[in-house]
């Protein structure tokens, strides 16, 4: 199960909507064993698409040092899908490559009609991808 305050899962819907129709991407860190998603990292899609994302390999490569150095880990992947729902695609399972990370989808299509956009977060691992509850939470 991902839990994640409400400030941060507000973060990621906000960029995924300030960036449609492109998609959205980032990383939520958190200290190092912890499973706890701490600071939001908005990244730039490099890709500028608005049906696919890539991180900047320069800012990824910043990022994971930043995060060396805080001893921290990526605990939430994030990205938008703009058209479909917010399931991993072929291309999502085959860039998941953090097995410990929480893989959150964020839609900003209305494609179940429950609303402007859907939040689910995912475990990918080996190609296997298994669907977790979210718990939003004020506080940890």
Partial sequence: MLTITRALYDQIV???R???PDEACGVVAGPAGTDRPERFVPMLNAAR?????EFDSGDLLKLYREMDDRDEEPV???HSHTATEA???RTDVSYANEPGAHYVLVSTADTDGAGPFQFRS???VDGEIAEEEVAVVEAY
Avoid: L, M, N, W
């Fill in 122 to 124: 995912f475990r990918i």
């Fill in 14 to 16: 906000a960029h995924a």
């Fill in 49 to 53: 698409s608005p049906t696919f994302y």
């Fill in 87 to 89: 399931y991993p695609s």
């Fill in 76 to 78: 939430v992947i994030y």
């Fill in 18 to 20: 300030a960036d449609h």
